[in-house]
C-alpha cells in the first residue's frame, strides 16, 4: 500500500508577513516528510517532543530565506535580569520573530482534545507576552499537537490564527506504545507586543 499525505494549511491574512508564515510552514511539512521517509516511515520526527518540532521549523525558515536560532536568549518576567530562553528567533524580510512553543501528545497523563490544545495555547501566549524583548515585537505562541488515530479533532473548532494538518493515509507504522501516530497538528496565535 502506498502512503499518501493529507494537508491542511490556514494562516490567516491578520498575521504579520503571512506569505512567509506559510511558506515556512510547507517548508516545514516538507522537512517532516523527508524525515518519514528517509525512515521508511517507521519513525517520525513530529512525535518526538517540541525540540524536535522546533528544529524542523528552523530549517524550514532557512529554506524560505530566513536565518532562525532556537533558544534564542532574552529575558522574561518583571526584572531585567531574569535571563531566560525563548524558543525560537527568526527574521525574514527584514521582519522579526519570537515564538514561543507548547507540545502536547497523547500518552497516559495527557490527552490531546480541545481543553488541553486552549490550555496549551494559554501558556504559550503568556510565554510569549512575558518575553522583555524590546528589539523583537512580532511574537508567535505554537502549539505542536501529535493525537492517537484514535482521536478526531475537528479543525473547524479552533480559532487560531495557524491551522495546520498534516497526516500520513496508508500505513500504520507510526506506532510507538502499541499506538499510531499518523498526524500532527500546528495551531498558533500571533501576538504583538508593539504599545
Not at 517540541?50 to 532574552?74: D, H, Q
Not at 522579526?96 to 501528545?105: A, D, I, Q, T
Not at 498526524?183 to 507586543?193: E, P, S
Request: charged share 25%; net charge neutral.
Amino acid at each position: 500500500m502506498c502512503n499518501t499525505y493529507e494537508i491542511y494549511v490556514n494562516v490567516k491574512s491578520t498575521v504579520k508577513n503571512a506569505d512567509k508564515w506559510e511558506s515556512i510552514i510547507m517548508q516545514w511539512i516538507e522537512n517532516n516528510k523527508q524525515y518519514l521517509e528517509a525512515n521508511g516511515f517507521n519513525d517520525s520526527a513530529y512525535w518526538h517532543n517540541e525540540m524536535a518540532n522546533i528544529s524542523c521549523l528552523v530549517g524550514a525558515i532557512w529554506k524560505v530565506g530566513g536565518v532562525a536560532i532556537s533558544e534564542y536568549t532574552t529575558t522574561k518576567g518583571g526584572g531585567q535580569k531574569d535571563y531566560s530562553r525563548a524558543d525560537l528567533y527568526f527574521s525574514i524580510d527584514g521582519i522579526k520573530y519570537l515564538v514561543e512553543s507548547k507540545y502536547l501528545r497523547d500518552h497516559e497523563t495527557k490527552n490531546v482534545n480541545k481543553n488541553n490544545i486552549e490550555s496549551e495555547m494559554e501558556q504559550a501566549v503568556g510565554e510569549c507576552k512575558s518575553i522583555k524583548d524590546g528589539y523583537v515585537h512580532n511574537r508567535m505562541a505554537l502549539v505542536f499537537a501529535v493525537p492517537t488515530d484514535k482521536v478526531q479533532i475537528k479543525l473547524n473548532d479552533y480559532k487560531y490564527d495557524i491551522q495546520v494538518m498534516l497526516k500520513i493515509n496508508g500505513r500504520k507504522n507510526l506506532q510507538y506504545d502499541g499506538k499510531n501516530y499518523n498526524t500532527v497538528y500546528l495551531f498558533g496565535t500571533y501576538v504583538n507586543t508593539m504599545k
